[in-house]
């Protein structure tokens, strides 16, 4: 089966600073790569997500990359503000029938005002 | 936007009591549903893998006659903790998948169970 691994597991920077975290997987079939934001206690929200077929995507101060060759993606954050201290799950799935996500294990971001 | 939620969201128990959780996709038709559960400061373990009309599919591990996943309609999916036990407590979040492309994954607000 799928297995994702992500790094950092906690990153702290400095507000307006960028924020970078990585993840890899392992099944070369998996085609779908979202990344959601957990605030404590509370859902995971869908931020922003990617598909196989695409090698980046932005949405204002989000932007993902993803390197099929190398099976690694990564989200990248600029102009880092404190509401976007969180933790942020990659997660990896193949567009089938199901597509049940893998997730990573979760980076810890904090942002120092 | 698409929304689901999830009730209760918190509920305490005596240990042997069942609880059932429901998940409902409240603006579209979610074919599959997705049971997870999180222990504090770890990621999301899938538990299994709901199915409208049919069985559920069970993660490895994951007693499928202790938690018992019923999906009886496009529109809701339950989890009923059967025989609940103090190591049963954790943070329950369901996900239900739209129907049709591209098929994004949107989360329940989730419950806390508390098994005293």
């Known amino acids: 089966g799928e297995n994702v691994e992500q790094h950092p597991s906690t990153l702290s920077v400095q507000e307006g600073d960028s924020a970078v975290i990585k993840c890899t997987y392992s099944?070369?079939?998996?085609?779908?790569f979202p990344w959601y934001k957990q605030e404590l206690g509370k859902r995971p929200q869908l931020i922003i997500d990617?598909?196989?077929?695409?090698g980046e995507k932005k949405d204002q101060r989000i932007a993902v990359t993803l390197n099929k060759t190398a099976k690694h993606f990564s989200l990248h954050i600029t102009e880092t503000q404190p509401e976007d201290s969180a933790v942020y799950f990659c997660?990896?799935?193949?567009?089938?029938?199901?597509?049940?996500?893998?997730f990573g294990s979760g980076t810890q971001l904090t942002v120092l005002p | 936007g698409a929304v689901v939620s999830q009730h209760p969201s918190r509920v305490i128990c005596k240990s042997g009591t069942s609880v059932k959780i429901e998940c409902r996709s409240l603006d579209f038709q979610a074919t599959t549903m997705f049971w997870y559960r999180q222990f504090p400061k770890q990621s999301l373990m899938l538990m299994a893998t709901s199915n409208e009309g049919s069985k559920a599919t069970y993660e490895q591990g994951v007693e499928k006659d202790k938690f018992l996943i019923n999906h009886a309609s496009l529109t809701l999916s339950t989890l009923t903790v059967t025989s609940a036990h103090p190591e049963d407590s954790s943070f329950y979040i369901c996900?239900?998948?739209?129907?049709?492309?591209?098929?994004?994954?949107?989360f329940g607000p989730g419950t806390r169970l508390t098994v005293l």
């Open positions: 997660a990896a799935a193949y567009s089938g029938s199901a597509r049940q996500l893998t």
């Open positions: 099944d070369s079939a998996s085609n779908y």
């Open positions: 990617i598909r196989s077929n695409v």
């Open positions: 996900s239900a998948r739209e129907t049709g492309a591209p098929g994004t994954q949107y």
